[in-house]
T-cell receptor, first 114, second 112 residues
Framework: GDSVTQMEGPVTLSEEAFLTINCTYTATGYPSLFWYVQYPGEGLQLLLKATKADDKGSNKGFEATYRKETTSFHLEKGSVQVSDSAVYFCALTSSFGGYSTLTFGKGTMLLVSP | DVKVTQSSRYLVKRTGEKVFLECVQDMDHENMFWYRQDPGLGLRLIYFSYDVKMKEKGDIPEGYSVSREKKERFSLILESASTNQTSMYLC???????????FGSGTRLTVV
């Protein structure tokens, strides 16, 4: 079945450092790809998305490019802030018994220190 | 913006109790989902529904049931709560899935 693999955390960075969180996937067909963010004690918020190969999703300084040739969707940000500390989930649309559902990676915790 | 509202942020229930978790969305979405989130396991799909009165099992349906009597409401039912059902429960909805799901704030359930 479809699956998503994320780098394990926690990722610990100083403020203004460059961030990369790796995400690779296995899927049949042409899934849409997503990054969700979860702040402490809250639900998941959609951070960015890409619906076809070579699309770049971006939001709040975060970016990710849909690379079909490497089956990857790595999340990047040029300069992180303390407020970016959260858990980040990579996800894809997948077929489940003929219906479309979301399959998630296990999440990567990001900790940013001042 | 679409809103998905889960009725409780925190719940504490006793082993063997019947537990109802409620979820309401306000954007007329066809599809609704229940996930549970556990440390180190990520999010796992329990049940989903693509229409009123329709339901499909996800990856981990054992010990759960669902009800969707109205389009906007999707309820998760723990028939007889057990301690291994202590978890964060997240409800989500979408119209097509292609452009993303909207999640509620979650219900943290503790079964003692």
């Amino acid at each position: 079945g479809d699956s998503v693999t994320q780098m394990e955390g926690p990722v610990t960075l100083s403020e203004e450092a460059f961030l990369t969180i790796n995400c690779t996937y296995t899927a049949t067909g042409y899934p849409s790809l997503f990054w969700y963010v979860q702040y402490p004690g809250e639900g998941l918020q959609l951070l960015l998305k890409a619906t076809k190969a070579d699309d770049k999703g971006s939001n709040k300084g975060f970016e990710a490019t849909y690379r079909k040739e490497t089956t990857s969707f790595h999340l990047e940000k040029g300069s992180v802030q303390v407020s970016d500390s959260a858990v980040y989930f990579c996800a894809l649309t997948s077929s489940f018994g003929g219906y479309s559902t979301l399959t998630f990676g296990k999440g990567t915790m990001l900790l940013v220190s001042p | 913006d679409v809103k998905v509202t889960q009725s409780s942020r925190y719940l504490v229930k006793r082993t063997g109790e019947k537990v109802f978790l409620e979820c309401v969305q306000d954007m007329d979405h066809e599809n609704m989902f229940w996930y549970r989130q556990d440390p180190g396991l990520g999010l796992r799909l329990i049940y989903f529904s693509y229409d009123v009165k329709m339901k499909e099992k996800g990856d981990i349906p054992e010990g759960y049931s669902v009800s969707r009597e109205k389009k906007e409401r999707f309820s998760l039912i723990l028939e007889s709560a057990s301690t291994n059902q202590t978890s964060m429960y997240l409800c989500a909805s979408t119209q097509t899935g292609r452009y993303g799901y909207t999640f509620g704030s979650g219900t943290r359930l503790t079964v003692v």
